[in-house]
T-cell receptor
């Protein structure tokens, strides 16, 4: 069974500082990996996804993530935090191959941005 | 155009009632899902429905039943509502094949059972 672990349920950064949200996955075969963002009282929006050989993935709003097979990690980064980045971030995994792409989510990391 | 739409957005009801949440997607996807987000923001899959094949998370009580009249719709029926059913329920859809896979989510339905 696949799973993801997000280290840190709450991360606070200053505006303009580096954002680093950690995600580690557990899977016998490298899965598809995703980062979703949830703004208050809203649904989930895809930030970026890893589905191919390109290990550095760029997403929306200046976010990117690097897939590291040796570390089974898919950490999310952004060079400079903006107040509008304050939200809940979810790492998710789904199995490769055809069929239902059921997502398994991590427990989420709440990002706070301090002015 | 909203890709995945859920109705209602808010639902307040009494214990013991039966309620339904509707979901529609206009993306042409083959697979639809229902997720439950609890008060701690934890998202858990309840059901996935792919070309009339239903995969049920065995931890979901049988008071919950998905119904799919067609590929674009997956409704969630809940019987005999309990206080613990209070949560935000998200519908999602995704293609069932291909490498450009991702799940698109609706805005959620906040269910409050009183």
């Amino acid at each position: 069974a696949q799973s993801v672990t997000q280290l840190g349920s709450h991360v606070s950064v200053s505006e303009g500082a580096l954002v680093l949200l950690r995600c580690n996955y557990s899977s016998s075969v490298p899965p598809y990996l995703f980062w979703y963002v949830q703004y208050p009282n809203q649904g989930l929006q895809l930030l970026l996804k890893y589905t191919s050989a390109a290990t550095l993935v760029k997403g929306i709003n200046g976010f990117e993530a690097e897939f590291k097979k040796s570390e089974t990690s898919f950490h999310l980064t952004k060079p400079s935090a903006h107040m509008s980045d304050a939200a809940e971030y979810f790492c998710a995994v789904s199995p490769r191959g055809a069929g239902s792409y059921q997502l398994t989510f991590g427990k989420g990391t709440k990002l706070s941005v301090i002015p | 155009d909203t890709a995945v739409s859920q109705t209602p957005k808010y639902l307040v009801t009494q214990m013991g009632n039966d309620k339904s949440i509707k979901c529609e997607q206009n993306l042409g996807h083959d697979t639809m899902y229902w997720y439950k987000q609890d008060s701690k923001k934890f998202l858990k899959i309840m059901f996935s429905y792919n070309n009339k094949e239903l995969i049920i998370n065995e931890t979901v009580p049988n008071r919950f039943s998905p119904k799919s009249p067609d590929k674009a719709h997956l409704n969630l029926h809940i019987n005999s509502l309990e206080l613990g059913d209070s949560a935000v329920y998200f519908c999602a859809s995704s293609p069932s094949t291909g490498v450009n896979t991702e799940a698109f989510f609706g805005q959620g339905t906040r269910l409050t059972v009183v």
